[in-house]
């Protein structure tokens, strides 16, 4: 957000005073999705894993090459004192897919189906995601509200304006709707892969591809109709009073 310079000791002016909720949003929209880099970030790894299976047949090998990419991610941004967020949101991600994958193992599964349990913890957070973003949008308190809570100074205050709830409303669908996407699309691919309608090499190549793609660039398409939903209008966003003390 561009806001016009106050020398210092000078009163507020019209244009610093009235803050619009579609600039707060895609500030903190941005900042929730790292930009380009943090969604490449995001991905490195899974390609990594995907190739290398593919390629190898070593599942021990993807992992542990997927896990040294993000590390190396890691190493770069903290050499280049920037956020390590990201980074370590994809190693999280890593080591729960790692998880799966070991229970996999121990309860008696092939390497095949192992490979797929990689992607499984993906698939459940987009659709538990979904649900509840969804749930917020019914009952009327859509979550992105909260980021407009956040900076007016009570959490809630801005639900008493139905504009602000309604707009809200709005770019919570478009937030939601990639993750809702993500498991129609790699929710039958996994089944058919560890049920056998699906060669499970075919099934983790083709899980390894959406991931990617349905990955950064369908987030980037759903932030681009956010900030054209944004850009079209311009709800003037008041903050609450601090209480005076006394």
Not at 180 to 198: D, F, I, K, N, T
Request: charged letters at 15%.
């Amino acid at each position: 957000m561009s806001e016009t310079a106050v020398p210092e000791g000078a009163g507020p002016t019209r244009s610093d005073a009235v803050e619009t909720v579609e600039s707060v949003v895609r500030q903190r929209l941005s900042e929730a999705l790292g930009g380009r880099r943090g969604m490449i970030e995001a991905a490195v790894p899974t390609i990594f894993f995907t190739v290398l299976w593919l390629t190898t047949r070593e599942l021990r090998t993807a992992l542990i090459v997927s896990v040294a990419a993000a590390v190396a991610l890691l190493v770069v941004r903290i050499v280049q004192r920037s956020t390590v967020q990201f980074v370590v949101n994809a190693l999280v991600g890593i080591g729960i897919g790692a998880l799966f994958v070991t229970l996999s193992a121990r309860g008696g599964a092939s390497e095949e189906e192992q490979a797929l349990a990689y992607f499984l913890p993906g698939i459940l957070y987009n659709a538990g995601y979904a649900v509840v973003m969804i749930a917020t949008i019914l009952i009327g308190w859509p979550l992105v509200g909260f980021m407009v809570g956040s900076v007016m100074g009570d959490p809630t205050e801005w639900h008493q304006d139905k504009q602000i709830v309604r707009l809200c409303g709005r770019l919570s669908w478009l937030l939601v709707l990639p993750c809702v996407v993500r498991v129609v699309a790699q929710g039958p691919v996994y089944l058919s892969g560890r049920s056998g309608a699906l060669d499970a090499d075919t099934a983790v190549a083709v899980l390894g591809v959406l991931k990617i793609v349905m990955g950064w660039p369908l987030q980037v398409a759903a932030l681009t109709a956010m900030v054209w939903v944004l850009g079209r209008n311009h709800t003037p966003l008041e903050r609450k009073p601090a209480v005076e003390a006394g």
